[in-house]
Nanobody, 126 residues
Framework: QVQLVESGGGLVQAGGSLRLSCAASGRTFSLSGMGWFRQVPGKVREFVAAITWSGGTTYYADSVKGRFTISRDSAKNTVYLQMNSLHPEDTAVYYC???????????????????WGQGTQVTVSS
């Protein structure tokens, strides 16, 4: 079992920045990679970014490419999402997700992730 805890959300003006953290605990040695998703009430859950645990290969949604950066700190078992040049359209609950080694994993498919955090609210004012 793996537990994920997100933090770092908050209120920021358009053009500002936030850094989200996702701390993983438990059987973290079994993870293939981690991703960030976001969701607005009444909307489908949207892929944001992902990173492989061992190699650090990154993936981004077109809507955040060039503005967001995903990274990992293996010593802390933590993944970060640096969000710059934020838009009001970035307002959402952001969720951290992890894929268990040995299971099917496509980084952009939410249903292929095995563990989820509780989410952290990001609000961008115009």
């Amino acid at each position: 079992q793996v537990q994920l805890v997100e933090s770092g959300g908050g209120l920021v003006q358009a053009g500002g920045s936030l850094r989200l953290s996702c701390a993983a605990s438990g059987r973290t040695f079994s993870l293939s990679g981690m991703g960030w998703f976001r969701q607005v009430p009444g909307k489908v859950r949207e892929f944001v970014a992902a990173i492989t645990w061992s190699g650090g290969t990154t993936y981004y949604a077109d809507s955040v490419k060039g503005r967001f950066t995903i990274s990992r700190d293996s010593a802390k078992n933590t993944v970060y999402l640096q969000m710059n040049s934020l838009h009001p359209e970035d307002t959402a609950v952001y969720y951290c997700a992890a894929d268990q080694y040995g299971s099917s994993w496509h980084v952009k498919r939410d249903y292929e992730y095995d563990y989820w955090g509780q989410g952290t609210q990001v609000t961008v004012s115009s």
